[in-house]
């Protein structure tokens, strides 16, 4: 990040990313279809489920692979769990920019905590999970996990009643957040933001619901949408997710088939008909594709990964030029910006 | 009569030539000082990350000792026997004064700070105008330190540091003002001694000013923007390390509990307290009010630089100035009733906050460029 | 749902509109002439009906024998989506005309492709390598490279 | 080894100047640093007492050490976990985590290291005043891990200085991590860490 | 922006750290008291299963990144005798695709995660090191049949009365004193 400064005044930002490019598209070209899914794990580590959500669901489209109903449910209530994690880790550190000494990030790093355990018992490690396979998942889920769950749904509106009264009406965080770092909508829309960046600033777009991809036609829940696409509304637009996340797990565990298989009948090494497909689902960070040309072999001839975050931040020197340098820090954190997905 | 004064007049009878009598005791109260003063940082210290900890739900440093009250020696030896490093471009002597010039007028500020009756090192009849004076001379070293140490972000810290010292002594001085005019005197002993009924009882807006003054002057949560960790990295000791980092520190926690003595003394009565002796109603007030600093620490976001200054010149200086008014008429009018000035001056806090979190507005503007 | 449109549709309305704008049109994809690809973009965003007002995704794919660059188009308006390609036919210095002045969404991804693959794009305000330093030799993501 | 940086002007200049800072820390880097053996020789140490005061300081070192976390990716976030509440890490008298160098005593490298960043990592390695220690914590950190042949990925960062503990795991569980620290509480301890008598409390 | 609620809203936040800090802390102290992870845990070493193996090298196919190298010979008939294997545990990303390949069930994730090193070469495991012992047990990762022998999980949602995460309070007073941790 390079910044000119007049005083404290910012005159010119300009984002240096890079420091984290670790070449995975080149990487991937080398590796199967299955080897793939750890390196996609690595891109947005703080929900690496949904990544690898949506590379498998790219790879089944292009290889016209069904996944059986049981390991969609169990995908939806996974990577919800995951955005509530993702958001828990976003606002956290976010308050934690604001100068909140790590207290309001580590209580809401406790109920991560609690996601993680979860995630931990499914699939043995507790931040890069490689769970996710082309078809369905790698194993069943044990019984414990349906019944933490539903504890863990049940208990955490609690929490984050906690949370709002924690800092949502400290003045001192009103005045920082409220009309900070303002993303107007159309230039949103312009810079093809997504996700809660997006929705902050007033568009109602959610891949789930304008696109709903696996099974999110099912389910009832709402959009959340800011007004000013201000600092605060951000923050506030990741809150209400996490309740509407909550929903979807909710019914999404009422609707569980018990029994039935988890993955299709794929082998370890598969090759894909040649072709091109885009797919894409709502990570929590965003709008997450993968592109995929295969030329009929094992790997793939060319992955493309489109980041969001990388996106979101097109628009941030429009947004901070004028402002401090401690609203910088502000509106950088509120876009809860994840470098290995930038780099890649 | 100070202890002091008794040293004194006891090595007068014991016969000592003149020149020693003076020093003696002088050096003797230096040393004494100096060791409090260090070993209650030490303390404090501890106490304050055990404190944190359990806020944060977890545990804290509990390894060294029991419960790791040895923790933070071991980081002061550890930090003393570190190399001692000079950046190419800095100013090599300004560099080599500032931790001094940082440390040793909070080390001065004890000395009129009375720790029970009679225990003070100088009982001077302009104690309190002392401590004011030399509690800002402290922000001069963090200034050289940051304009030493020839780094942007050190520098755009002693800046800050500057302009918040200037903003906030001012309704620190004002609500100050406010308790001399009910004592009569600077004396700290005097002021204690006037406190029947603590002045925070008689003058809460005045004991919330300085509070918040006093939390700026100090450079603590909300206003710890001289080492804002994720906009300046760490402020002005940021190219310091070893032995002088350790002086910065202990000079931050020094500051800290200079800070809480004086609030204790000026508002909080004091070593005066039934049942226990003074010395130890004094730590147990002082551990008190240290306390809720770092409580406040714990959850507050911190201000932007903007709407620190414009807190302090459109929100602080105008309750401060009106507070003195009211007290000032009140000692003109109702010397001795003291529960009268009491209903009054909470009505005006009251009356006072409301009205200004009605008309006054924290600068969150966009500057244009 | 998010309706991906017919691009052998598209393309005859697209030809209709800019003569010789389009090469190819799939049933997925709609193949412009690099040469037209600001004055396709152009329309695509401004004609009434289609209103592609959200670039996602911009990428390229090396071919050996051409560079093929990738832009996905939505619609909020109206839900629905498209594929654009073009494609490049040279090796040595490559060059097509930038879409960021028309959808801002491809600023940093065109620089990207600029230091990946050293596509140049003409009339991009800021045409930086984005993830590797200044000096790394070659272009890690096109075929031939190690 | 040394960083070449010349001062520059425009951000054209400071782009190139870091490229070629890269290039010529690639040059240099190719080859492992072999790992420090700062324990003492079995001869050697049967003819020396460690004082009294030794053990002091090694106490105090040990006692409190102020990590340099240069968090660069997944691994960052666990070692977060670690000195979050659960795990806490505080306990050890680590948490007073300070930004600067300056006053750091253990480099705590969490995460890949491409050879964009690695120049920084060296620099701010060689800012730390000594007594210095570096832990190498996470596959990408102590061999490239995943990403070892990628055009972009230092192979492992006792390439670029030398590594005292080394962690596996991508990533390790926060005990893991904590257990790798207390390798380094014994190894500050005595400078050595065959001796069976610092075995730690299984 | 005006202080509209006097002050409230920050008494409100502190009244709820102020809550927080009469709660029992969450810390597990580590070397002391230690978590009961997840039955498919998966440990930062490999468990091989020598017997088992018949050394037809599908792990190392497998392997994302290469890092398993099995040399062998031919020995009886459909076997192969094993020379060297060695997986080097620096480079190792424990995803598990080598032991979910293995068609013999030959090899696991071991439950092990201290396994720090001072030196490099320390971490590249040989044959005897991987070999199943009784320091060195096998997790249940795609191994349902080790899951038995295994502790439950101890998770941090539940309270200790329901199984969850041990929350002891260890007094100082009775740990060893010179205990190095």
Redesign the interface.
């Known amino acids: 990040m390079r910044l000119t400064l007049d005083g404290e005044v910012i005159t010119d930002v300009e984002p240096i990313v890079g420091y984290l490019h670790r070449g995975i598209e080149k990487l991937a070209e080398t590796r199967t279809y299955t080897q793939i899914i750890p390196l996609t794990d690595r891109l947005d580590y703080l929900a690496s489920m949904t990544n690898n959500v949506a590379y498998c669901m790219a790879v089944e489209k292009l290889g016209g692979i069904k996944v059986p109903e049981r390991a969609e449910y169990l995908r939806v209530i996974i990577s919800e769990m995951i955005r509530i994690s993702s958001h828990l880790m976003a606002i956290g550190s976010f308050l934690n920019d604001c100068g909140a000494f790590f207290t309001p990030l580590l209580y809401m790093w406790r109920e991560r905590e609690k996601i993680l355990d979860m995630c931990d018992m499914i699939s043995g490690q507790r931040l890069l999970y490689n769970f996710m396979r082309v078809g369905g998942l790698s194993q069943d889920v044990p019984a414990e996990f349906i019944t933490s769950v539903k504890k863990f749904v049940a208990e955490m509106p609690r929490y984050i009643d906690e949370y709002n009264q924690l800092v949502k009406e400290n003045e001192v965080f009103l005045a920082r957040s409220k009309g900070v770092g303002i993303l107007p909508k159309e230039t949103a829309i312009a810079i093809g933001a997504s996700g809660p960046v997006l929705r902050a600033s007033g568009m109602k777009w959610d891949v789930r619901k304008m696109d709903p991809y696996s099974v999110y036609d099912r389910f009832d829940f709402e959009v959340p949408t800011g007004q000013n696409g201000d600092c605060y509304d951000r923050y506030w637009v990741r809150i209400l997710e996490m309740t509407q996340s909550l929903r979807i797990m909710e019914q999404a565990l009422a609707q569980l088939p018990a029994k039935g298989p988890i993955c299709a009948d794929v082998p370890q090494f598969f090759t894909l008909p040649a072709g091109e497909v885009y797919g894409y689902i709502e990570a929590p960070k965003g709008n997450l594709g993968f592109y995929i040309v295969s030329d009929g072999s094992i790997a793939p001839y060319r992955l493309h990964i489109y980041p969001p975050t990388l996106i979101n931040i097109t628009a941030f020197a429009d947004m901070v030029k004028g402002w401090k340098v401690a609203d910088l820090i502000l509106t950088f954190g509120s876009m809860d910006v994840v470098l290995g997905e930038i780099d890649r | 009569m100070t202890l002091l004064d008794q040293f004194q007049l006891f090595l007068k009878a014991q016969g000592w030539p003149e020149w020693a009598y003076y020093t003696v005791p002088a050096l003797a109260g230096i040393v004494v000082i100096i060791g409090v003063v260090l070993a209650a940082v030490i303390v404090y210290i501890w106490w304050e990350r055990r404190f944190v900890a359990r806020i944060q739900i977890r545990l804290g440093p509990n390894r060294c000792g029991p419960e790791g009250i040895f923790q933070p020696i071991a980081t002061a030896v550890k930090i003393l026997l570190k190399e001692d490093i000079v950046p190419a471009n800095a100013d090599k002597v300004l560099h080599f004064i500032a931790p001094i010039v940082v440390f040793v007028p909070i080390l001065m500020i004890f000395a009129v700070v009375p720790f029970d009756r009679g225990a003070i090192l100088v009982d001077l009849n302009v104690g309190i105008v002392y401590v004011i004076a030399i509690s800002s001379i402290s922000v001069i070293g963090i200034f050289t330190a940051s304009w030493a140490s020839g780094n942007k972000y050190s520098f755009i810290s002693g800046l800050r540091s500057i302009s918040q010292m200037v903003s906030y002594e001012i309704p620190v001085v004002l609500s100050i003002v406010g308790v001399v005019l009910m004592t009569g005197s600077f004396s700290m002993i005097k002021i204690v001694e006037a406190q029947t009924v603590p002045f925070i009882l008689l003058q809460p807006l005045g004991f919330l000013l300085f509070f918040m003054g006093a939390l700026a002057e100090m450079n603590r949560s909300p206003f710890d923007l001289l080492e804002a960790d994720s906009e300046i990295v760490a402020g002005y000791h940021l190219e310091y390390s070893g032995m002088k980092f350790a002086m910065f520190y202990l000079g931050e926690y020094g500051m800290a509990l200079a800070y809480s003595a004086v609030i204790t003394t000026v508002f909080l009565s004091g070593w005066q307290g039934p049942f226990l002796p003074g010395v130890i109603w004094f730590l147990v007030k002082v551990m008190l009010v240290f306390s809720v600093i770092v409580w406040i620490r714990s959850m507050m976001p911190r201000m932007r630089v903007d709407q620190l200054m414009s807190f302090a010149w459109k929100a602080m200086l105008p309750m401060a100035l009106i507070n003195l008014l009211v007290i000032a008429v009140e000692v003109l009018v109702i010397p001795s009733l003291q529960w009268l000035m009491l209903i009054i001056n909470f009505g005006l806090a009251a009356v006072l906050i409301l009205l200004f979190s009605r008309i006054f507005t924290l600068g969150g503007g966009r500057v244009e460029v | 749902?998010?309706i991906a449109l017919n691009g052998e549709e598209i393309g005859k309305k697209l030809n209709e509109a800019i003569p010789g704008a389009v090469v190819s049109g799939t049933k997925t994809a709609v193949l412009v002439d690099a040469k037209q690809l600001t004055k396709v973009a152009e329309y695509m965003k401004s004609t009434p009906g289609l209103d592609f007002?959200?670039?996602?995704?911009v990428?390229a794919?090396?071919y050996l024998e051409y560079f093929e660059l990738?832009y996905?188009l939505v619609s909020?308006k109206y839900?629905h989506s498209l594929?654009l390609k073009t494609r490049i036919y040279t090796r040595e210095d490559p060059v097509v005309d930038s879409v960021t002045p028309i959808?801002?969404?491809a600023?940093?991804?065109e620089r990207e492709i600029f230091d990946?693959f050293g596509i140049k794009f003409e009339g991009h305000p800021y045409l930086?390598?984005?993830?590797?330093?200044?000096?790394?030799k070659g272009y890690?993501?096109r075929?031939d490279?190690? | 080894m040394e960083i070449i940086r010349p001062s520059v002007s425009t951000p054209q200049e400071e782009d190139i100047a870091e490229g070629q800072a890269i290039n010529s820390l690639m040059e240099q880097c190719r080859s492992q640093i072999a790992d420090p053996d700062r324990w003492i020789d079995e001869e050697i140490k049967r003819n020396i007492l460690l004082t009294t005061v030794d053990a002091a300081i090694a106490w105090a070192r040990q006692r409190s050490i102020f990590p340099m976390i240069f968090g660069t990716a997944c691994c960052a976030m666990e070692m977060i976990s670690a000195s979050s509440s659960r795990f806490d890490l505080p306990r050890f008298g680590m948490d007073i985590i300070r930004f600067s160098p300056r006053q750091a005593d253990v480099m705590i490298i969490t995460g890949t290291i491409t050879w964009k960043m690695a120049a920084a990592a060296r620099l701010i390695y060689d800012q730390m005043p000594e007594p210095k220690w570096v832990v190498a914590i996470g596959a990408c950190a102590i061999s490239g891990g995943t990403f070892r042949e990628s055009y972009s990925v230092v192979p492992g960062v006792n390439h670029i200085m030398p590594v005292d503990v080394y962690v596996p795991g991508c990533p390790p569980r926060p005990e893991a991590m904590i257990y790798g620290i207390t390798r380094l509480h014994a190894k500050i301890v005595k400078g050595t860490f065959d001796n069976p008598s610092l075995s730690l409390p299984k | 922006m005006k202080f509209e609620r006097y002050g409230v809203g920050i008494a409100k936040g502190l009244g709820m750290t102020m809550r927080h800090l009469f709660r029992a802390p969450i810390t597990v102290q580590y070397p002391e008291e230690k978590l009961k992870i997840s039955k498919r845990t998966r440990g930062n070493e490999l468990v091989w299963f020598p017997d088992r193996c018949t050394g037809c090298g599908t792990c190392t196919k497998a392997c994302p990144q290469g890092n398993i190298v099995l040399v062998t010979h031919r020995g009886e008939p459909n076997k192969f005798i094993v020379d060297k294997f060695e997986c080097d545990t620096g480079r190792c990303i424990f995803c598990g695709l080598c032991v979910e390949s293995c068609p013999y069930n030959a090899l696991a994730m071991s439950v092990k995660y201290e396994c720090a090193k001072y030196r490099r070469g320390d971490l590249v495991l040989g044959k005897e090191k991987m070999a199943v012992s009784a320091e060195n047990r096998p997790s249940a990762y795609c191994r349902p049949q080790f899951e038995e022998g295994l502790p439950a999980q101890s998770l941090l949602l539940y309270n200790r009365e329901e199984g969850g995460q041990k929350l002891k309070f260890i007094p100082l007073s009775t740990r060893k004193r010179g205990s190095h941790a």
């Open positions: 749902m998010t007002d959200y670039l996602t995704v990428t794919v090396d990738v996905r909020l839900n594929i959808w801002r969404a600023y940093y991804q990946l930086k390598p984005l993830l590797l330093w200044e000096g790394f890690p993501l075929r490279y190690l």
